[in-house]
């Protein structure tokens, strides 16, 4: 099934949470599944799901990250990327808000090795631009977990998932290249 709209019922490292994540513009189903699992990598950030212009943050740029964390003034703290992400994007990125942590994430681990090497070579500090990827066939598993109406249990932290997803368990370590 592929899924366009995720109703997502979540209970994670103790905090209770009930959203909706719609596939946008030319967004694909797994890049959905992929925004899911950010979200929970980064569970305590409590990230905004929509950003847009209207958030003050974001005021006049022409980019908008697929999950963002402000700090307590209302300033970027962490911006998110999911999937494919232009250069050029990030380029802009990392010098509009140089004191915010920027995190990528990619399906596969030879995504995610390819993705770090272009940082290092079109990047200033590409250190700075931290790449979470799955390992070998755990996006396709994490994704096969995910139905329009999910429940989300169990704990995680940085890219760590000990979890019980639409009651079929999903324990994983994201890689971080």
Known sequence: MDLYRLRAEMGVNGGERKFILNCIDNETPEHLAMKLAAYLCFWDEDLLL???AKTPALSGQEFRPDLLGLDAGGEVALWVECGNTAMHKMSKVVRKWPDARVAMFKDTEAKGRFLREELTRNLPGPD?????????RGFREWKELLSEKTEVFGEAKAGAFNLVVNEKIYATDLLRV
């Not at 700075?128 to 070998?136: G, M």
Request: hydrophobic residues 40%.
């Open 50 to 52: 929509d950003a847009s």
């Open 128 to 136: 700075r631009v931290e790449i979470y990827c799955w390992p070998a």
